[in-house]
């Protein structure tokens, strides 16, 4: 199974910005469609961002225009880089597989949290 370990998180408020980093210890990370995922208290994990092997990127709604994913094959390593963050934004981070793929562990995650 990869591990995926993320990072990069942390205290920022309104308006800031952060970059999440997430490396795998596999070589099919290349292979695989990746994506940012998160989950806030009480709710749900919500799919944030993804990338598929090509590059094509899509995003939530709630996050357009804001974040923007990326990845590094050479690096195993995926990156979201989030901008005029909002306190809405407040949640644990996690990457995996898109979708998630039991090839895949899922990570500790990085908090990040949007003070007002």
């Known amino acids: 199974q990869v591990q995926l370990v993320e990072s990069g998180g942390g205290l920022v408020q309104a308006g800031g910005s952060l970059r999440l980093s997430c490396t795998a210890s596999g070589s099919i990370f290349s292979l695989s469609a990746m994506a940012w995922y998160r989950q806030a208290p009480g709710k749900e994990r919500e799919l944030v961002a993804s990338?598929?092997?090509?590059?094509?990127?899509n995003y939530a709604a709630s996050v357009k225009g804001r974040f923007t994913i990326s990845r590094d094959n050479a690096k195993n390593t995926l990156y979201l880089q989030m901008n005029s963050l909002k306190p809405e934004d407040t949640a644990v981070y996690y990457c995996n597989a898109n979708p998630p793929s039991p090839a895949y562990a899922w990570g500790q995650g990085t908090q990040v949290t949007v003070s007002s």
């Open positions: 990338i598929n092997r090509s590059g094509s990127m």
